[in-house]
């Protein structure tokens, strides 16, 4: 069975500080992994996504992930971060012939940021 | 082009009654996945139907149950509400490719 694991709960981190979020996933083949952000009694947004080629996927407001099959993990990255960055942000993982319809997400990590 | 639309965006129910969350997809879009959303739990797939048809079934009771009209807009409904019902209920579209979700804003249901 496929599932998703990110280690951090919080992080706490300063406004133009980067930021590393961390996620380890476990998927009997290649995975399809996403990155989504969720603020505050919203709805989730997607960041970005890994179907397969370079594994380093670049996404939406200035973050990145990077693919390591060795490690299962694909980790987001934002080289400075802004206050408007704090949110929670879930890992998924989906089956690779129907990724968008049965996604598998991690228990999430919350960005506070600090001024 | 208009998003994934949840109504009712908030809803209070007794413990014991019944509710039913409707969510319209993206134009184009025959897929859609429900999901779950607590503090203890996290994010757990519901359901998701495609064409009309139930697809995938995640490990929930059968008083969770759910359709999908021929326009694609989807219901799903929760019999005999109990106290850990209470959630954030999401809706997810997929197109054609069916490699990615788009998520609606939610219906926060609070049983009472």
């Known amino acids: 069975a496929q599932s998703v694991t990110q280690p951090d709960i919080h992080i706490t981190v300063s406004e133009g500080a980067s930021l590393e979020l961390r996620c380890n996933y476990s998927?009997?083949?290649?995975?399809?992994l996403f990155w989504y952000v969720q603020s505050p009694g919203q709805g989730l947004q997607l960041l970005l996504k890994?179907?397969?080629?370079?594994?380093l996927v670049q996404g939406i407001k200035g973050f990145e992930a990077e693919f390591k099959r060795s490690q299962s993990s694909f980790n987001l990255r934002k080289p400075s971060v802004h206050w408007s960055d704090a949110a929670e942000y879930f890992c998924?993982?989906?089956?690779?012939?129907?990724?968008?319809?049965?996604?598998?997400f991690g228990g999430g990590t919350r960005v506070l940021v600090k001024p | 082009k208009a998003g994934v639309t949840q109504t009712p965006r908030y809803l209070i129910k007794t413990r014991g009654q019944q509710v039913t969350l409707s969510c319209s997809p993206i134009?184009?879009?025959?897929?859609v996945s429900w999901y779950q959303q607590t503090p203890g739990q996290g994010l757990q797939f519901l359901f998701e139907?495609?064409?009309?048809?139930?697809?995938n079934k995640g490990n929930f009771p059968g008083r969770f149950s759910g359709r999908q009209f021929s326009n694609s807009r989807s219901e799903m409904n929760v019999s005999t509400l109990e106290l850990g019902d209470s959630a954030l209920y999401l809706c997810?579209?997929?197109?054609?490719?069916?490699?990615?979700?788009?998520f609606g804003q939610g219906t926060r249901l609070t049983v009472v």
């Open positions: 890994y179907f397969s080629g370079d594994t």
């Open positions: 997810a579209s997929s197109g054609v490719s069916n490699t990615e979700a788009f």
């Open positions: 998927y009997g083949a290649t995975p399809y």
């Open positions: 134009s184009g879009h025959r897929s």
């Open positions: 139907y495609f064409s009309e048809t139930q697809r």
């Open positions: 998924a993982v989906g089956a690779v012939q129907a990724a968008g319809n049965k996604l598998t």
